[in-house]
C-alpha cells in the first residue's frame, strides 16, 4: 500500500522557519522523482520544489527561491522541504508529490500558516 505522510506544518510568525517531512512507504522511493506543491484557500494547487531520485538536481518555483531546499534521504525514504524566511504568502495547504513516468502517488497535505 502506497503511503506519502506529511508531517511539519503549522502555525509561524512572518520572518520564521519549519521543516516539513514526508515520508513514503509503499513503493521504490529511491526511483521516484519528489516534489513539493501548495495550494491556498481560492488558488490552484502550484509547485513549489523538485528534487531527482537520486537527489542530483533540484528546481524551484521563482515565489521560494533563496527561501526553500528541498533534500531527501533515500536510507530514510523521506523528503523534506526547509522553509526559511517565511511570509504571509506561503500559508498553503503543503502536499508531498511521487513520481516515475506514469506513476503518481500524493499525500493527503500538511498546513502550513505564516501570521503574526
Known amino acids: 500500500q502506497v503511503q506519502l505522510v506529511e508531517s511539519g506544518g503549522g502555525l509561524v510568525q512572518p520572518g520564521g522557519s519549519l521543516r516539513l517531512s514526508c515520508a513514503a512507504s509503499?513503493?521504490?522511493?529511491?526511483?521516484?522523482?519528489m516534489s513539493w506543491y501548495r495550494q491556498a484557500p481560492g488558488k490552484e494547487r502550484e509547485l513549489v520544489a523538485t528534487?531527482?531520485?537520486?537527489?542530483?538536481?533540484?528546481n524551484y518555483a521563482d515565489s521560494v527561491k533563496g527561501r526553500f531546499t528541498i533534500s531527501r534521504d533515500n536510507a530514510k525514504n523521506t523528503v523534506y522541504l526547509h522553509m526559511n524566511s517565511l511570509k504571509p504568502e506561503d500559508t498553503a495547504v503543503y502536499y508531498c508529490?511521487?513520481?516515475?513516468?506514469?506513476?503518481?502517488?500524493w499525500g493527503q497535505g500538511t498546513q502550513v500558516t505564516v501570521s503574526s
Open positions: 508529490n511521487a513520481e516515475r513516468y506514469e506513476s503518481v502517488y
Open positions: 528534487i531527482t531520485s537520486r537527489g542530483g538536481g533540484t
Open positions: 509503499g513503493f521504490t522511493f529511491s526511483s521516484y522523482h
